[in-house]
């Protein structure tokens, strides 16, 4: 180390997940500048300590990296809570906000929510003119001037990645609108790092159990659904969507489409294997669910340098109601992870809140229990939770800067009471967020301000 480099802020005597690719511990860490200068031993941390050090005692406390939910609608989510869709208060209808002052405050409600289970970094999939008009007001432009806003005013207490829509949320759209919006769309933001406006979501289907999934084969009432894009047929939808995808390539924007349907993701995968063919470009487009994903479409996700983001939680609860839909047994119990796995494709766990709470400790012991008996239970754990830090910072576009806790990177914490290692996959809803960093900054402490979290 420079002799004359001294820390803002130490937290040794704990069990420090770095979370790399190697799944290197240490005891502590050491912060300055809002970035981490270096993990070790409490011996290897020491020089880093002067008068002017906030030196923070873990005794046995674990430090994970900031977790970052790939797939959270924080403005609805803000909006709802502490209900959620498929909680105690189920979805409710009609406007949940119906002014930028309310649209306002539910931002700043599901930050302080998000803080307090340790999510530094989440991202909005789903915001733009497209939902104007929708039944929510949690979707619309309001909401994207307002995040600009509180950006600027410093307010936000996570990482914000946003996805423009130009179409209804889980519902149709018009090609032509979604090629303008393509077109006009302004990612212009004060600081990436902090608030990026990251491309497009598209909203290709529907879901299973509902029948509305775009399938290969057929539901239990003869028919297999359809794309979300107008068109004539299912031939002119396809050609669509294929249309919107390549157009957002080619405009350097990042596409997350909703497909959950074998025959959607086919399509998707078919146009974005063509956009990066002919105009190459690591823009790191994504499915989003992937409910039906075909074993045999996960390698092609890969090549393509494509993601996915899926969720455990919901899986688990809906599982049965798809097979019923589909005519057949229920899913495999691994759902598409087992397949994502097997290619190699960097898919991340996310929660889908306000669909459920948006708890990285439950969803990730649902995508254990999911995936079945290990035989190396901690290096699954370890996978497990790079799915909700090194890999969503992929997505992210900003893995050399955030997502594990190597020096360098900023210092987006959570600090847990207890080791994940000593309790498992399936004991980590019984850990406490104790403590939540954001750039080296305290964003949440339990000890302080205890925020409900709602059920689990």
């Known amino acids: 180390m420079n002799d004359d480099v001294r820390a803002d802020l130490v937290l040794r005597g704990g069990r420090v997940h770095v979370l790399d690719a190697q799944d290197t511990r240490a005891q502590a860490i050491a912060i300055g500048d809002g970035r981490i200068l270096a993990v070790g031993a409490d011996t290897d941390i020491e020089p880093y300590i002067d008068a002017g050090t906030d030196v923070v ?4 406390r674990a430090v994970l990296p900031g977790i970052n939910d790939s797939h959270l609608h924080a403005s609805w989510l803000g ?3 502490p209900d959620t869709v498929f909680g105690a208060g189920g979805p409710r209808e009609g406007a949940l906000v119906h002014d930028d002052a309310q649209r306002r405050e539910a931002i700043l409600r599901a930050g302080e929510v998000i803080a307090s289970l340790g999510i530094t970094s989440y991202t909005e999939p789903g915001i733009g003119p497209g939902e104007d008009d929708g039944p929510t007001g949690s979707f619309g432009q309001p909401v994207l001037d307002l995040y600009r806003t509180l950006d600027a005013e410093g307010l936000l207490r996570a ?4 996805l423009l829509v130009f179409g209804l949320i889980d519902g149709p759209a ?11 769309a302004d990612t212009t933001v004060r600081d990436p790092a902090r608030f990026r406006i990251a491309g497009v979501k598209i909203f290709g289907d529907g879901i299973p159990p509902m029948r509305n999934a775009y399938i290969h084969g057929r539901y239990d009432d003869g028919t297999h659904g359809a794309l979300l894009l107008d068109g004539g047929d299912d031939d002119e939808r396809e050609a669509h969507l294929r249309t919107a995808i390549v157009a957002a390539h080619e405009a350097g924007l990042q596409v997350a489409v909703h497909a959950t349907g074998d025959r959607t993701i086919d399509v998707v995968v078919d146009a974005v294997r063509r956009a990066v063919a002919q105009h190459p470009a690591d823009l790191r487009h994504y499915v989003v669910h992937a409910d039906l994903l075909p074993r045999d479409t996960a390698p092609l996700l890969a090549e393509a340098g494509m993601g996915a983001t899926i969720q455990a939680g919901i899986a688990a609860v809906t599982s049965e109601w798809a097979a019923a839909a589909t005519g057949g047994p229920v899913p495999t119990p691994d759902w598409p992870a087992r397949a ?3 290619a190699g494709v960097p898919f991340t766990l996310s929660s889908d809140a306000p669909v459920l709470p948006p708890d990285w400790r439950t969803e990730i012991a649902a995508a254990d229990r999911l995936l079945g008996p290990a035989a190396d239970a901690r290096a699954r754990l370890h996978e497990l939770l790079r799915r909700y830090t090194a890999v969503p910072a992929w997505q992210d576009h900003a893995e050399s800067w955030k997502g594990t806790l190597e020096p360098g990177k900023v210092a987006d914490l959570a600090v847990l009471s207890d080791d994940p290692d ?9 850990l406490r967020i104790e403590r939540t960093y954001l750039g080296g900054e305290v964003v949440y402490d339990a000890a302080s301000a205890p925020i409900a979290t709602g059920e689990a």
């Open 57 to 60: 005692e873990l005794e046995g």
């Open 422 to 430: 000593a309790v498992g996959a399936q004991g980590l809803p019984t």
């Open 159 to 162: 990482r914000v990645n946003l």
């Open 174 to 184: 018009r090609t032509q609108a979604i090629l303008d919006g393509i077109r006009d």
């Open 340 to 342: 994502l796995f097997d």
């Open 79 to 81: 909006g709802m809570w």
